[in-house]
């Protein structure tokens, strides 16, 4: 059983940076692939990024290629995502999440956290 807790998150405005943590326990955290997603009142669980197990290999999805960055730190049991240049349109709660399969879709993964609200104004 893996708990995943996300921070981070806040009110920026349009352009601006910033980077939300993923803090996991309770298992063998590099044993999972690490997936950021994020829902927007009204809207479906959408994909934001994946990282390998490894850290070798990313995902992301094409709204945030080139401007979000996704990493790890096995040794600290942690997962990142570095937001740059963000836009009104990324505003959403933001969470991580672990399965054993580097994947984009939502409904395999057997771990979430609890969220995080990301607000962006424009």
């Known amino acids: 059983q893996v708990q995943l807790e996300e921070s981070g998150g806040g009110l920026v405005q349009a352009g601006d940076s910033l980077t939300l943590s993923c803090a996991a326990s309770g298992g063998t955290f590099n044993r999972y692939a690490m997936g950021w997603f994020r829902q927007a009142p009204g809207q479906e669980r959408e994909f934001v990024a994946v990282?390998?197990?490894?850290?070798?290999?990313?995902r992301y999805a094409d709204s945030v290629k080139g401007r979000f960055t996704i990493s790890r730190d096995n040794a600290k049991n942690m997962v990142y995502l570095q937001m740059n240049d963000l836009k009104p349109e990324d505003t959403a709660v933001y969470y991580c999440?672990?399965?054993?399969?580097?994947?984009?879709?939502?409904?395999?993964?057997?771990?979430w956290g609890q969220g995080t609200q990301v607000t962006v104004s424009s």
């Open positions: 999440a672990a399965d054993y399969d580097t994947t984009a879709v939502a409904a395999q993964y057997d771990y």
């Open positions: 990282i390998a197990w490894s850290g070798g290999s990313t």
